[in-house]
């Protein structure tokens, strides 16, 4: 398959901005360098952005070829994520969310001037029940993950012997976690609408990333060790990670 790229004027200090025309759409290019990454990665983002991580010694002319090598896998991700719907743009009373794991329906209830929204059986306050609840709703859940998942953290992380020095809650919109050389782990607070073992999983991820800071085999032999059923939480992923990012 020819890949078509069209160079934009606008270019970062890392690398030229371009897109790729395929399947009739024009998919946003990122090729970003990074020193500490031993290959090549290509990743394909939930709002359609695809990214070439470039390893050291690596070039931009290399990342381009690698991707080219791999439309097929882009093609496949597309298709995958137009069969799956879409995260509702707004949460009003009766909007059915993905939470630890389960649909429910936002229910809200307002007595004695105070106001509430339960999501299954647990309830969460609100001070504004008109219009979209979601930016008050995903603070409330942000601050949820930022309890459960510090906690969670410290479990695993005493069950395994490992030393995890800091754990941050962030709201990134493409990537469900990552692991600093300096022992920090980032999650996504989205982890709260997950299952457990998925939540685990990608906890566990991040922690064999303590051990090797890549994704070579011996990373994944580490994950396996750790969580052994770790295939089941990448199917759930792949079949319900539009529904939330």
């Known amino acids: 398959m020819q890949l078509e790229l069209l160079f934009r004027n606008q270019r970062s200090a890392e690398a030229p901005q371009e897109s790729l025309f395929i399947r009739g759409r024009w998919i946003r290019l990122s090729l970003v360098r990074n020193r ?6 290509l990743r394909l983002s939930s709002n359609g952005v695809a990214r070439v991580t470039i390893p050291r010694g690596g070039s931009i002319s290399e990342g381009r070829r690698f991707l080219q090598r791999n439309i097929s896998w882009i093609e496949r991700q ?16 009766c909007t059915e969310i993905l939470f630890r794991g389960e649909p429910v329906r936002l229910r809200v209830e307002t007595k004695d001037g105070r106001s509430r929204v339960w999501l299954g059986a647990e309830v969460f306050p609100i001070k504004y029940p008109s219009g979209d609840l979601r930016p008050e709703l995903e603070g409330c859940l942000w601050a949820l993950a930022a309890t459960e998942l510090s906690l969670r953290v410290a479990e695993l992380a005493a069950l395994h012997n490992l030393k995890v020095r800091r754990v941050s809650v962030r709201n990134q919109r493409s990537r469900w976690g990552s692991c600093s050389r300096l022992g920090t782990l980032s999650l ?56 939330v990012l």
């Open 36 to 41: 500490r990454a031993r290959r090549y990665v």
């Open 78 to 93: 597309l298709l995958r994520q137009a069969s799956q719907p879409a995260a509702n743009e707004t949460w009003t009373n």
């Open 188 to 243: 996504n607070w989205r982890l709260v609408q997950t299952p457990a073992f998925v939540r685990d999983y990608i906890i566990l991820h991040e922690m064999a990333h303590l051990k090797e800071m890549n994704h070579s085999d011996r990373f994944w032999r580490e994950v396996g060790r750790l969580c052994p059923e770790f295939a089941m939480a990448e199917g759930w992923l792949k079949s319900n990670s539009r529904k």
